[in-house]
Protein backbone atom coordinates (compact mmCIF):
# COMPACT_ATOMS: atom_id res chain seq x y z
CA UNK A 1 0.00 0.00 0.00
CA UNK A 2 2.65 2.15 0.87
CA UNK A 3 6.33 2.09 0.64
CA UNK A 4 8.92 4.60 1.91
CA UNK A 5 12.29 3.90 -0.44
CA UNK A 6 15.58 5.55 1.45
CA UNK A 7 13.21 8.90 1.70
CA UNK A 8 15.32 12.20 2.32
CA UNK A 9 14.10 15.35 2.73
CA UNK A 10 15.98 18.38 2.98
CA UNK A 11 13.75 22.26 3.23
CA UNK A 12 16.94 24.23 1.84
CA UNK A 13 16.14 28.12 2.76
CA UNK A 14 18.94 30.86 1.77
CA UNK A 15 21.84 30.08 3.68
CA UNK A 16 20.82 27.10 5.79
CA UNK A 17 19.51 23.34 5.39
CA UNK A 18 17.12 21.88 7.59
CA UNK A 19 17.01 18.01 7.03
CA UNK A 20 13.45 16.79 8.20
CA UNK A 21 13.55 13.36 7.18
CA UNK A 22 16.48 10.92 6.37
CA UNK A 23 16.92 7.29 4.47
CA UNK A 24 13.38 6.40 5.79
CA UNK A 25 12.79 3.05 4.58
CA UNK A 26 8.71 2.27 5.32
CA UNK A 27 6.45 -0.69 4.26
CA UNK A 28 2.77 -0.65 5.17
CA UNK A 29 0.63 -3.45 3.67
CA UNK A 30 -3.19 -3.02 2.40
CA UNK A 31 -5.23 -3.06 5.26
CA UNK A 32 -3.08 -2.07 7.89
CA UNK A 33 -3.38 0.13 11.27
CA UNK A 34 -0.15 2.07 11.84
CA UNK A 35 0.10 4.71 14.53
CA UNK A 36 3.06 7.24 13.54
CA UNK A 37 4.44 8.71 16.65
CA UNK A 38 6.49 11.71 17.21
CA UNK A 39 6.94 14.99 19.43
CA UNK A 40 6.54 18.05 17.43
CA UNK A 41 9.31 19.01 14.85
CA UNK A 42 10.33 15.37 14.98
CA UNK A 43 9.20 14.49 11.21
CA UNK A 44 5.77 13.67 11.42
CA UNK A 45 4.23 16.65 9.39
CA UNK A 46 6.88 16.50 6.35
CA UNK A 47 5.89 12.40 6.62
CA UNK A 48 2.58 13.44 6.31
CA UNK A 49 3.31 16.28 2.64
CA UNK A 50 4.77 13.47 1.29
CA UNK A 51 1.74 11.16 1.87
CA UNK A 52 -0.42 13.84 0.84
CA UNK A 53 1.72 15.55 -2.29
CA UNK A 54 2.14 18.86 -0.82
CA UNK A 55 6.08 18.08 -0.95
CA UNK A 56 7.74 16.27 -3.01
CA UNK A 57 11.20 14.25 -1.08
CA UNK A 58 14.75 15.05 -1.59
CA UNK A 59 15.94 11.58 -2.27
CA UNK A 60 14.45 8.46 -2.48
CA UNK A 61 10.75 7.21 -3.56
CA UNK A 62 7.37 7.56 -2.32
CA UNK A 63 4.73 4.98 -3.84
CA UNK A 64 0.91 4.54 -3.07
CA UNK A 65 -0.83 1.85 -3.97
CA UNK A 66 1.39 1.02 -6.52
CA UNK A 67 1.91 4.26 -8.27
CA UNK A 68 5.11 6.10 -7.86
CA UNK A 69 4.18 9.54 -6.37
CA UNK A 70 7.37 10.96 -5.95
CA UNK A 71 7.56 11.32 -9.95
CA UNK A 72 3.65 11.86 -10.84
CA UNK A 73 3.13 14.47 -13.25
CA UNK A 74 1.58 17.05 -11.75
CA UNK A 75 -1.92 17.26 -13.12
CA UNK A 76 -2.51 13.87 -11.82
CA UNK A 77 -2.22 14.60 -8.29
CA UNK A 78 -5.98 15.36 -7.83
CA UNK A 79 -6.97 12.41 -8.71
CA UNK A 80 -4.06 10.18 -6.84
CA UNK A 81 -6.05 12.41 -3.78
CA UNK A 82 -8.96 11.00 -4.28
CA UNK A 83 -7.52 7.21 -3.73
CA UNK A 84 -7.07 8.66 -0.28
CA UNK A 85 -9.00 10.64 2.71
CA UNK A 86 -7.68 12.22 4.65
CA UNK A 87 -8.87 13.84 8.44
CA UNK A 88 -7.02 16.92 10.06
CA UNK A 89 -6.66 18.25 13.55
CA UNK A 90 -8.35 21.25 12.81
CA UNK A 91 -11.00 19.27 10.77
CA UNK A 92 -10.92 21.85 7.90
CA UNK A 93 -14.66 22.36 7.85
CA UNK A 94 -16.05 24.64 5.84
CA UNK A 95 -18.16 26.94 8.78
CA UNK A 96 -20.76 28.15 6.34
CA UNK A 97 -21.76 24.70 5.20
CA UNK A 98 -24.09 22.13 7.09
CA UNK A 99 -22.49 18.71 7.98
CA UNK A 100 -24.46 17.33 4.98
CA UNK A 101 -23.05 20.38 2.40
CA UNK A 102 -19.56 19.96 3.55
CA UNK A 103 -19.56 16.32 2.57
CA UNK A 104 -21.41 17.10 -0.55
CA UNK A 105 -18.91 19.56 -1.57
CA UNK A 106 -15.83 17.25 -1.46
CA UNK A 107 -17.64 15.63 -3.62
CA UNK A 108 -19.15 18.03 -6.05
CA UNK A 109 -15.82 19.34 -6.78
CA UNK A 110 -14.53 16.13 -7.36
CA UNK A 111 -17.07 15.85 -10.42
CA UNK A 112 -19.38 13.20 -8.77
CA UNK A 113 -23.03 13.55 -10.08
CA UNK A 114 -25.80 15.10 -8.01
CA UNK A 115 -27.66 11.44 -7.88
CA UNK A 116 -25.12 9.50 -6.23
CA UNK A 117 -23.81 12.25 -3.82
CA UNK A 118 -27.57 12.31 -2.94
CA UNK A 119 -27.32 8.80 -1.97
CA UNK A 120 -24.32 8.87 -0.62
CA UNK A 121 -23.99 11.74 1.88
CA UNK A 122 -26.54 10.07 3.79
CA UNK A 123 -25.11 7.21 4.35
CA UNK A 124 -21.48 8.28 5.24
CA UNK A 125 -22.66 10.56 7.81
CA UNK A 126 -24.97 7.63 8.99
CA UNK A 127 -21.56 5.31 9.33
CA UNK A 128 -19.96 7.82 12.04
CA UNK A 129 -23.54 8.22 13.51
CA UNK A 130 -24.46 11.61 12.74
CA UNK A 131 -27.16 10.80 10.52
CA UNK A 132 -29.22 13.07 12.63
CA UNK A 133 -27.32 15.85 12.67
CA UNK A 134 -26.81 16.47 8.80
CA UNK A 135 -28.61 19.74 8.97
CA UNK A 136 -26.13 21.81 11.51
CA UNK A 137 -23.83 23.85 10.71
CA UNK A 138 -19.77 23.01 12.05
CA UNK A 139 -20.73 25.66 15.11
CA UNK A 140 -23.66 23.46 17.07
CA UNK A 141 -21.16 20.66 16.41
CA UNK A 142 -19.22 19.60 19.48
CA UNK A 143 -15.19 18.28 18.48
CA UNK A 144 -15.72 14.92 18.53
CA UNK A 145 -18.71 15.46 15.97
CA UNK A 146 -16.65 18.06 13.95
CA UNK A 147 -14.08 15.55 13.81
CA UNK A 148 -16.69 13.18 12.59
CA UNK A 149 -18.26 14.96 9.80
CA UNK A 150 -14.15 15.34 8.28
CA UNK A 151 -14.49 11.21 8.76
CA UNK A 152 -17.40 11.22 6.62
CA UNK A 153 -16.15 13.63 3.97
CA UNK A 154 -12.80 11.40 3.56
CA UNK A 155 -14.83 8.33 3.22
CA UNK A 156 -17.05 9.94 0.90
CA UNK A 157 -14.82 8.42 -1.87
CA UNK A 158 -14.52 5.29 -0.82
CA UNK A 159 -10.87 5.27 -0.42
CA UNK A 160 -8.14 2.67 0.02
CA UNK A 161 -6.20 4.68 2.55
CA UNK A 162 -7.30 7.16 5.10
CA UNK A 163 -4.62 8.97 6.56
CA UNK A 164 -5.26 11.22 9.72
CA UNK A 165 -3.10 14.06 10.90
CA UNK A 166 -3.74 14.22 15.04
CA UNK A 167 -7.14 13.70 14.64
CA UNK A 168 -7.63 13.63 18.60
CA UNK A 169 -5.81 16.95 18.58
CA UNK A 170 -8.70 19.35 19.61
CA UNK A 171 -11.49 16.93 21.22
CA UNK A 172 -11.66 15.92 24.32
CA UNK A 173 -10.48 12.14 25.73
CA UNK A 174 -13.58 10.19 25.67
CA UNK A 175 -14.11 11.72 22.33
CA UNK A 176 -11.02 11.23 21.21
CA UNK A 177 -11.43 7.54 22.46
CA UNK A 178 -14.63 7.11 20.51
CA UNK A 179 -13.08 8.42 17.28
CA UNK A 180 -10.16 6.01 17.27
CA UNK A 181 -12.49 3.15 17.75
CA UNK A 182 -14.65 4.14 14.40
CA UNK A 183 -11.31 4.66 12.64
CA UNK A 184 -10.67 0.88 13.55
CA UNK A 185 -13.74 -0.01 12.41
CA UNK A 186 -13.17 1.41 9.03
CA UNK A 187 -10.08 -0.44 8.93
CA UNK A 188 -11.98 -3.70 10.13
CA UNK A 189 -13.35 -3.18 6.63
CA UNK A 190 -10.29 -3.97 4.73
CA UNK A 191 -9.20 0.28 4.52
CA UNK A 192 -5.62 0.84 5.55
CA UNK A 193 -5.36 3.65 8.55
CA UNK A 194 -2.49 5.38 9.02
CA UNK A 195 -2.66 7.94 12.24
CA UNK A 196 -0.14 10.21 12.83
CA UNK A 197 -0.09 11.72 16.31
CA UNK A 198 1.93 12.61 19.59
CA UNK A 199 -0.22 11.13 22.19
CA UNK A 200 1.11 8.33 23.48
CA UNK A 201 -1.41 7.78 25.56
CA UNK A 202 -3.66 7.08 23.01
CA UNK A 203 -1.49 4.94 21.27
CA UNK A 204 -1.35 2.97 24.44
CA UNK A 205 -4.83 1.86 24.14
CA UNK A 206 -4.73 0.49 20.94
CA UNK A 207 -3.07 -2.61 20.29
CA UNK A 208 -1.65 -1.53 16.56
CA UNK A 209 1.61 -1.28 14.82
CA UNK A 210 3.27 2.07 16.04
CA UNK A 211 5.71 3.53 13.78
CA UNK A 212 8.13 6.26 15.98
CA UNK A 213 9.97 8.90 14.16
CA UNK A 214 12.75 10.99 15.67
CA UNK A 215 14.95 13.84 14.42
CA UNK A 216 13.78 13.30 11.17
CA UNK A 217 14.42 9.14 11.56
CA UNK A 218 12.59 6.09 11.98
CA UNK A 219 14.07 4.68 15.94
CA UNK A 220 11.52 1.82 16.40
CA UNK A 221 9.04 0.09 14.10
CA UNK A 222 6.73 -2.35 16.23
CA UNK A 223 5.74 -4.59 12.85
CA UNK A 224 4.34 -6.86 15.69
CA UNK A 225 1.08 -5.23 17.61
CA UNK A 226 2.31 -2.42 19.73
CA UNK A 227 2.83 -3.34 23.36
CA UNK A 228 3.97 -1.42 25.96
CA UNK A 229 7.00 -2.28 26.28
CA UNK A 230 7.97 -2.22 23.33
CA UNK A 231 6.98 1.65 23.35
CA UNK A 232 9.08 1.92 26.41
CA UNK A 233 12.45 0.53 24.73
CA UNK A 234 11.62 2.85 21.55
CA UNK A 235 10.95 6.03 23.64
CA UNK A 236 14.33 5.28 25.30
CA UNK A 237 17.05 5.51 22.69
CA UNK B 1 -17.49 16.57 -16.40
CA UNK B 2 -21.04 15.68 -15.43
CA UNK B 3 -24.04 18.36 -16.63
CA UNK B 4 -24.74 18.50 -12.98
CA UNK B 5 -20.92 19.62 -11.93
CA UNK B 6 -21.30 22.36 -14.87
CA UNK B 7 -24.45 23.95 -13.61
CA UNK B 8 -22.60 23.60 -10.14
CA UNK B 9 -19.81 24.95 -11.21
CA UNK B 10 -21.94 27.95 -12.78
CA UNK B 11 -24.11 28.54 -10.23
CA UNK B 12 -21.14 29.12 -7.54
CA UNK B 13 -19.60 31.76 -9.90
CA UNK B 14 -22.78 33.41 -9.92
CA UNK B 15 -23.17 33.10 -6.56
CA UNK B 16 -20.12 34.78 -5.65
CA UNK B 17 -21.17 37.71 -7.94
CA UNK B 18 -23.61 38.19 -5.31
CA UNK B 19 -22.00 37.66 -2.18
CA UNK B 20 -19.43 39.97 -3.14
CA UNK B 21 -21.87 42.97 -4.31
CA UNK B 22 -19.79 46.04 -3.35
CA UNK B 23 -16.44 44.57 -5.10
CA UNK B 24 -18.66 43.62 -7.97
CA UNK B 25 -19.93 46.79 -8.46
CA UNK B 26 -16.97 48.54 -7.72
CA UNK B 27 -14.64 46.58 -10.56
CA UNK B 28 -17.91 46.83 -12.98
CA UNK B 29 -17.63 50.32 -12.60
CA UNK B 30 -14.00 50.65 -13.58
CA UNK B 31 -14.81 48.26 -16.35
CA UNK B 32 -17.40 50.06 -17.70
CA UNK B 33 -15.82 53.64 -17.50
CA UNK B 34 -12.72 52.18 -19.23
CA UNK B 35 -14.55 50.81 -22.29
CA UNK B 36 -16.71 53.79 -22.52
CA UNK B 37 -13.26 55.58 -22.74
CA UNK B 38 -11.83 53.03 -25.23
CA UNK B 39 -15.34 53.25 -27.16
CA UNK B 40 -14.74 56.93 -27.27
CA UNK B 41 -11.44 56.57 -28.49
CA UNK B 42 -12.09 54.24 -31.12
CA UNK B 43 -15.14 56.40 -31.94
CA UNK B 44 -12.81 59.13 -32.54
CA UNK B 45 -10.16 57.88 -34.14
CA UNK B 46 -12.83 56.37 -36.94
CA UNK B 47 -14.24 59.67 -37.39
CA UNK B 48 -10.75 61.43 -37.80
CA UNK B 49 -9.47 58.82 -39.82
CA UNK B 50 -13.10 59.37 -42.16
CA UNK B 51 -12.44 63.09 -42.40
CA UNK B 52 -9.24 62.76 -43.04
CA UNK B 53 -9.95 60.42 -45.77
CA UNK B 54 -12.95 62.65 -46.99
CA UNK B 55 -10.20 65.75 -47.24
CA UNK B 56 -7.85 62.66 -49.53
CA UNK B 57 -10.50 62.35 -51.58
CA UNK B 58 -10.60 65.98 -52.56
CA UNK B 59 -7.04 65.48 -54.09
CA UNK B 60 -6.69 66.64 -57.18
CA UNK B 61 -3.18 66.17 -59.56
CA UNK B 62 -3.23 68.12 -62.24
CA UNK B 63 -1.55 66.41 -65.45
CA UNK B 64 -0.45 68.66 -68.58
CA UNK B 65 -0.09 67.49 -71.94
CA UNK B 66 1.58 68.90 -75.16
CA UNK B 67 -0.10 71.76 -77.29
CA UNK B 68 0.93 70.02 -80.34
CA UNK B 69 0.05 66.75 -80.06
CA UNK B 70 -1.97 64.79 -82.58
CA UNK B 71 -5.28 63.75 -81.75
CA UNK B 72 -4.00 60.03 -81.62
CA UNK B 73 -1.46 61.09 -79.37
CA UNK B 74 -4.42 62.75 -76.97
CA UNK B 75 -6.08 59.46 -76.84
CA UNK B 76 -3.59 56.82 -76.29
CA UNK B 77 -2.15 59.51 -73.43
CA UNK B 78 -6.11 59.68 -72.28
CA UNK B 79 -6.23 56.17 -72.01
CA UNK B 80 -3.03 55.43 -70.45
CA UNK B 81 -4.40 57.94 -67.29
CA UNK B 82 -7.99 56.25 -67.09
CA UNK B 83 -6.09 52.56 -67.47
CA UNK B 84 -4.56 53.10 -64.29
CA UNK B 85 -6.12 51.60 -61.16
CA UNK B 86 -5.14 53.68 -58.33
CA UNK B 87 -7.25 56.56 -60.38
CA UNK B 88 -10.49 57.13 -58.99
CA UNK B 89 -11.79 59.61 -61.95
CA UNK B 90 -10.47 61.40 -64.22
CA UNK B 91 -11.87 64.89 -66.13
CA UNK B 92 -10.16 66.32 -69.36
CA UNK B 93 -10.22 70.14 -69.44
CA UNK B 94 -10.13 71.91 -72.71
CA UNK B 95 -8.15 75.23 -73.08
CA UNK B 96 -11.48 76.72 -74.07
CA UNK B 97 -12.88 75.46 -70.58
CA UNK B 98 -10.06 76.69 -68.72
CA UNK B 99 -10.34 80.03 -70.48
CA UNK B 100 -13.85 80.03 -69.47
CA UNK B 101 -13.44 79.13 -65.92
CA UNK B 102 -10.80 82.41 -65.46
CA UNK B 103 -12.89 85.04 -67.61
CA UNK B 104 -15.41 85.28 -64.56
CA UNK B 105 -12.35 86.01 -62.61
CA UNK B 106 -11.39 88.53 -65.01
CA UNK B 107 -14.08 90.71 -65.68
CA UNK B 108 -12.24 93.62 -64.53
CA UNK B 109 -9.75 93.03 -67.35
CA UNK B 110 -11.91 93.11 -70.81
CA UNK B 111 -9.01 93.68 -72.66
CA UNK B 112 -6.48 91.15 -71.34
CA UNK B 113 -9.64 88.69 -72.20
CA UNK B 114 -10.46 89.83 -75.40
CA UNK B 115 -6.42 89.28 -76.14
CA UNK B 116 -7.11 85.73 -74.54
CA UNK B 117 -10.06 84.66 -76.96
CA UNK B 118 -8.15 85.53 -80.20
CA UNK B 119 -5.07 83.77 -79.20
CA UNK B 120 -5.95 81.09 -75.90
CA UNK B 121 -2.58 80.75 -73.70
CA UNK B 122 -4.27 77.68 -71.54
CA UNK B 123 -2.87 74.17 -72.36
CA UNK B 124 -5.30 71.53 -72.67
CA UNK B 125 -5.21 69.44 -68.93
CA UNK B 126 -6.37 66.62 -66.53
CA UNK B 127 -7.91 66.75 -63.27
CA UNK B 128 -6.51 63.48 -61.76
CA UNK B 129 -8.11 61.99 -58.26
CA UNK B 130 -6.26 59.29 -56.78
CA UNK B 131 -8.10 56.90 -54.56
CA UNK B 132 -5.01 57.11 -52.01
CA UNK B 133 -3.92 60.21 -50.86
CA UNK B 134 -0.56 58.46 -49.39
CA UNK B 135 0.17 56.94 -53.39
CA UNK B 136 0.51 60.36 -54.78
CA UNK B 137 4.03 60.70 -54.94
CA UNK B 138 4.68 57.30 -56.48
CA UNK B 139 1.43 57.85 -58.97
CA UNK B 140 2.51 61.26 -60.50
CA UNK B 141 5.75 59.53 -61.36
CA UNK B 142 3.90 56.68 -63.35
CA UNK B 143 1.92 59.65 -64.73
CA UNK B 144 5.29 62.02 -65.94
CA UNK B 145 6.45 58.78 -67.92
CA UNK B 146 2.91 58.95 -70.13
CA UNK B 147 3.95 59.30 -73.61
CA UNK B 148 2.71 63.48 -74.55
CA UNK B 149 2.52 64.69 -70.88
CA UNK B 150 4.60 67.70 -69.95
CA UNK B 151 3.69 68.55 -66.60
CA UNK B 152 2.41 66.61 -63.31
CA UNK B 153 1.47 69.55 -60.76
CA UNK B 154 0.39 67.10 -57.56
CA UNK B 155 -0.79 68.87 -53.55
CA UNK B 156 1.95 66.67 -52.13
CA UNK B 157 2.95 68.83 -49.36
CA UNK B 158 -1.10 68.11 -48.74
CA UNK B 159 -1.57 64.64 -49.20
CA UNK B 160 2.13 63.90 -46.81
CA UNK B 161 0.22 66.14 -44.23
CA UNK B 162 -2.82 63.61 -44.60
CA UNK B 163 -1.54 61.13 -44.09
CA UNK B 164 0.66 61.88 -40.98
CA UNK B 165 -2.48 63.20 -39.63
CA UNK B 166 -3.86 59.98 -39.98
CA UNK B 167 -0.52 58.18 -38.43
CA UNK B 168 -0.62 59.99 -35.57
CA UNK B 169 -4.29 59.93 -35.09
CA UNK B 170 -4.04 55.79 -35.63
CA UNK B 171 -1.33 55.73 -32.72
CA UNK B 172 -2.71 57.90 -30.44
CA UNK B 173 -6.14 56.15 -30.82
CA UNK B 174 -4.34 52.72 -29.75
CA UNK B 175 -2.25 53.30 -27.66
CA UNK B 176 -5.28 54.70 -25.51
CA UNK B 177 -6.83 51.85 -25.90
CA UNK B 178 -4.25 49.50 -25.11
CA UNK B 179 -3.41 51.25 -21.90
CA UNK B 180 -6.92 51.44 -20.97
CA UNK B 181 -7.26 47.82 -22.07
CA UNK B 182 -4.49 46.83 -19.29
CA UNK B 183 -6.30 49.06 -16.91
CA UNK B 184 -9.31 47.27 -17.12
CA UNK B 185 -7.20 44.03 -16.68
CA UNK B 186 -5.69 44.72 -13.43
CA UNK B 187 -9.12 45.54 -11.87
CA UNK B 188 -10.97 42.28 -12.55
CA UNK B 189 -7.54 40.40 -11.83
CA UNK B 190 -7.55 42.37 -8.22
CA UNK B 191 -11.14 42.09 -7.90
CA UNK B 192 -11.03 37.93 -8.52
CA UNK B 193 -7.78 38.30 -6.32
CA UNK B 194 -10.00 39.30 -3.00
CA UNK B 195 -12.58 36.85 -4.27
CA UNK B 196 -9.98 34.19 -4.22
CA UNK B 197 -8.69 35.04 -1.07
CA UNK B 198 -11.63 35.18 0.64
CA UNK B 199 -12.26 32.14 -0.39
CA UNK B 200 -8.58 30.22 0.05
CA UNK B 201 -9.82 27.76 2.78
CA UNK B 202 -12.28 26.69 0.61
CA UNK B 203 -10.01 25.90 -1.91
CA UNK B 204 -7.23 24.86 0.14
CA UNK B 205 -9.94 21.78 0.98
CA UNK B 206 -10.81 21.26 -2.63
CA UNK B 207 -7.11 20.36 -3.18
CA UNK B 208 -7.07 18.49 -0.61
CA UNK B 209 -9.90 16.28 -1.46
CA UNK B 210 -8.39 16.02 -5.07
CA UNK B 211 -10.55 18.58 -7.39
CA UNK B 212 -8.84 19.56 -10.09
CA UNK B 213 -7.58 22.90 -11.07
CA UNK B 214 -9.65 23.70 -13.88
CA UNK B 215 -12.58 22.78 -11.45
CA UNK B 216 -11.48 24.98 -8.97
CA UNK B 217 -11.00 27.52 -11.51
CA UNK B 218 -13.95 27.44 -13.53
CA UNK B 219 -16.09 29.37 -11.13
CA UNK B 220 -14.01 32.12 -10.99
CA UNK B 221 -14.54 32.35 -14.39
CA UNK B 222 -17.84 32.13 -14.77
CA UNK B 223 -17.72 35.23 -11.80
CA UNK B 224 -14.73 37.61 -13.95
CA UNK B 225 -16.66 36.86 -17.57
CA UNK B 226 -19.88 37.83 -16.10
CA UNK B 227 -18.84 40.74 -14.79
CA UNK B 228 -17.17 41.74 -18.28
CA UNK B 229 -19.64 40.98 -19.72
CA UNK B 230 -22.26 42.93 -17.74
CA UNK B 231 -19.94 45.99 -18.00
CA UNK B 232 -19.67 45.76 -21.80
CA UNK B 233 -23.74 45.97 -22.35
CA UNK B 234 -23.57 48.76 -19.80
CA UNK B 235 -20.76 50.27 -21.99
CA UNK B 236 -21.90 49.09 -25.31
CA UNK B 237 -25.32 50.88 -24.75
CA UNK B 238 -23.77 54.00 -23.32
CA UNK B 239 -21.15 54.20 -26.33
CA UNK B 240 -23.77 53.88 -28.87
CA UNK B 241 -26.62 55.82 -27.55
CA UNK B 242 -24.61 58.83 -27.13
CA UNK B 243 -22.62 58.28 -30.00
CA UNK B 244 -26.43 58.28 -31.86
CA UNK B 245 -27.22 61.71 -30.01
CA UNK B 246 -23.97 63.28 -30.98
CA UNK B 247 -24.74 62.33 -34.85
CA UNK B 248 -27.93 63.95 -34.93
CA UNK B 249 -26.50 66.83 -32.87
CA UNK B 250 -23.52 67.05 -35.46
CA UNK B 251 -25.96 67.56 -38.36
CA UNK B 252 -28.12 69.44 -37.01
CA UNK B 253 -25.76 72.29 -36.31
CA UNK B 254 -23.27 72.71 -39.04
CA UNK B 255 -20.35 74.59 -38.71
CA UNK B 256 -18.12 75.66 -41.69
CA UNK B 257 -15.30 73.26 -39.92
CA UNK B 258 -17.91 70.59 -40.20
CA UNK B 259 -18.87 71.48 -43.60
CA UNK B 260 -15.30 71.15 -44.73
CA UNK B 261 -15.04 67.96 -43.61
CA UNK B 262 -18.31 66.24 -45.35
CA UNK B 263 -21.03 68.00 -43.06
CA UNK B 264 -21.74 64.17 -41.07
CA UNK B 265 -20.47 61.86 -38.98
CA UNK B 266 -19.78 58.20 -39.44
CA UNK B 267 -23.34 56.76 -39.35
CA UNK B 268 -24.21 54.59 -36.16
CA UNK B 269 -25.60 51.66 -38.43
CA UNK B 270 -21.52 51.26 -40.13
CA UNK B 271 -19.80 51.12 -36.61
CA UNK B 272 -22.50 49.47 -34.00
CA UNK B 273 -20.99 46.21 -34.22
CA UNK B 274 -17.66 47.10 -33.99
CA UNK B 275 -18.53 48.46 -30.52
CA UNK B 276 -20.32 46.08 -29.43
CA UNK B 277 -18.06 42.53 -30.62
CA UNK B 278 -15.35 44.57 -29.22
CA UNK B 279 -16.66 45.43 -25.96
CA UNK B 280 -17.99 41.52 -25.79
CA UNK B 281 -14.51 40.46 -26.80
CA UNK B 282 -12.75 42.76 -24.44
CA UNK B 283 -15.08 41.89 -21.74
CA UNK B 284 -14.44 37.82 -22.26
CA UNK B 285 -10.46 38.09 -23.20
CA UNK B 286 -9.62 40.46 -20.58
CA UNK B 287 -11.58 38.70 -17.54
CA UNK B 288 -10.34 36.04 -18.48
CA UNK B 289 -6.78 36.44 -18.62
CA UNK B 290 -7.39 38.75 -15.35
CA UNK B 291 -8.98 35.86 -13.44
CA UNK B 292 -6.43 33.24 -15.04
CA UNK B 293 -3.27 35.54 -13.42
CA UNK B 294 -5.07 36.09 -10.72
CA UNK B 295 -5.57 32.21 -9.22
CA UNK B 296 -2.76 30.39 -10.32
CA UNK B 297 -1.21 31.45 -6.84
CA UNK B 298 -3.63 29.89 -4.73
CA UNK B 299 -3.31 26.58 -6.43
CA UNK B 300 -0.65 25.52 -5.52
CA UNK B 301 -1.65 23.76 -2.47
Redesign the interface.
Known amino acids: MIDFEHVTKVYETKNDENVALEDINLHIEDGEFVFVLGHSGAGKSTFLKLM ?1 L ?1 EKCTEGTVTINGQDITHLKR ?1 KV ?5 QMG ?1 VFQDF ?1 L ?1 PTMTAYENVA ?2 M ?8 QIQKRVPYVLGLVGLGDKMDRVPEELSGGEQQRVALA ?1 ALA ?1 SPKLIIADEPTGNIDPEMSFEMMELLSAINSVGVTVVVVTHAHELVHRFNKRVVTIDHGRIVSDTAEPYRETGYATAGAE | MHFSSFTYLVRQGLHSLRANKMMTFASMGVLTVCMVLIGVAFLLGVNIDAMVAYMGEQNETVVYLASDLSEEQIAAADAAIRAMPEVVSVTYVSPAEVLQFYSDKLVDSVNLMKAFENDNPFEANYRVVLRDVSQMAAVSEKLRQVEGVTKVLAPLELSNTFVSIQRVVNIACYGLVAVLAIVSMVVVSNTIRITVFARRKEIGIMKLVGATNGFIRFPFFVEGVTSGLIAAAVASGAVCGGYYLVTLWYTENPTTISRLFGGSLVPLQSVWYYVVLGFVALGFVLCGIGTATSIRKHLDV
Open positions: LERPYMRRMRIFARVTNIPTKRH
